[in-house]
T-cell receptor
Framework: AQKVTQAQTEISVVEKEDVTLDCVYE???????LFWYKQPPSGELVFLIR??????QNEISGRYSWNFQKSTSSFNFTITASQVVDSAVYFC????????????FGSGTRLQVQP | NAGVTQTPKFRVLKTGQSMTLLCAQD?????MYWYRQDPGMGLRLIHY???????AKGEVPDGYNVSRLKKQNFLLGLESAAPSQTSVYFC????????????FGPGTRLTVT
């Protein structure tokens, strides 16, 4: 079955610190996608990244970077030089199956960035 | 384009009351979904639809019904609300072939007392 585990329930850092959010997944598929979403205090879900399992290269977007390791079934997310605006709940997600095309979400990691 | 919209944004119900949440999308997407989000549990799929006139159960369908009479609308009904249905409800839509990318609505916060 498809499963996403985000073991870190809550992380608190001070502004400008680097922080890594862990995501471990289980999938029966040989090819698959992985996602990260951000949920700021306002409540909406903001799409951050979609990654295809074919591509194991790390991805960098500004202060955000993602480390995908198929060998350990992990898709970790690092924020460099964190800012107060990064305070949010972050979700990692994986498609359920090709029929429903819905997503299975992890339980989320709440990140608090203190000024 | 408005994207995915949800009505209402907030609602308080008494146990046993009924209500309907409306989701509308203007992107001509085939697939639509209803998720619920509870503290510490991420989002869970309630029901989904792969096209107009079709609906199917997700992981947590009990206590909910859905209808997709028009392609752009997906309604979620609670016939007899229970406190366990206190949650934030998200609607999403997607188009087949775009790598499972889902577009989410802003959410509806429902409290059942």
């Amino acid at each position: 079955a498809q499963k996403v585990t985000q073991a870190q329930t809550e992380i608190s850092v001070v502004e400008k610190e680097d922080v890594t959010l862990d995501c471990v997944y289980e999938t029966r598929d040989t090819t698959y996608y992985l996602f990260w979403y951000k949920q700021p205090p306002s409540g909406e879900l903001v799409f951050l990244i979609r990654r295809n399992s074919f591509d194991e290269q790390n991805e960098i977007s500004g202060r955000y970077s993602w480390n995908f390791q198929k060998s350990t079934s992990s898709f970790n997310f690092t924020i460099t030089a964190s800012q107060v605006v990064d305070s949010a709940v972050y979700f990692c997600a994986l498609p359920m199956d090709t029929g429903r095309r819905a997503l299975t979400f992890g339980s989320g990691t709440r990140l608090q960035v203190q000024p | 384009n408005a994207g995915v919209t949800q009505t209402p944004k907030f609602r308080v119900l008494k146990t046993g009351q009924s209500m309907t949440l409306l989701c509308a999308q203007d992107m001509n997407h085939e697939y639509m979904y209803w998720y619920r989000q509870d503290p510490g549990m991420g989002l869970r799929l309630i029901h989904y639809s792969v096209g107009e006139g079709t609906t199917a159960k997700g992981e947590v369908p009990d206590g909910y019904n859905v209808s997709r009479l028009k392609k752009q609308n997906f309604l979620l009904g609670l016939e007899s609300a229970a406190p366990s249905q206190t949650s934030v409800y998200f609607c999403a839509s997607s188009y087949p072939g775009i790598a499972y990318e889902q577009y989410f609505g802003p959410g509806t916060r429902l409290t059942v007392t």
